[in-house]
């Protein structure tokens, strides 16, 4: 992996883990939110973020935060979002 690619994602060590120390941890790679390059800064709150996911992409409406609800698109229909978005 890219130290580009590592610095996107974020280590969430499991709830199961404890802290003995005894290594009996298990830490999952979340990437990072990113929001888009067309959210306007005027604090309206048109923004959507979107990241990388295992079944392709994970979009998100960046006002509402973690209480948003995930949406999740495999990677040839978030393609044709952007591309439509764009187009528009």
Excluded: Y
Excluded at 56 to 84: H, M, Q
């Amino acid at each position: 992996m890219s130290q580009a690619a590592s610095q996107q994602r974020i280590w969430r060590k499991s709830t199961r883990s404890d802290s003995t120390g005894n290594g009996d941890c298990v830490e999952v790679a979340c990437a990072h939110w990113r929001k888009s390059t067309r959210s306007s800064d005027s604090g309206n709150g048109d923004c959507v973020e979107a990241r990388p996911a295992p079944a392709g992409f994970e979009v998100r409406d960046s006002k509402l935060g973690n209480e948003s609800p995930i949406f999740t698109l495999p990677a040839a229909d978030f393609t044709t979002l952007l591309d439509n978005l764009k187009a528009n």
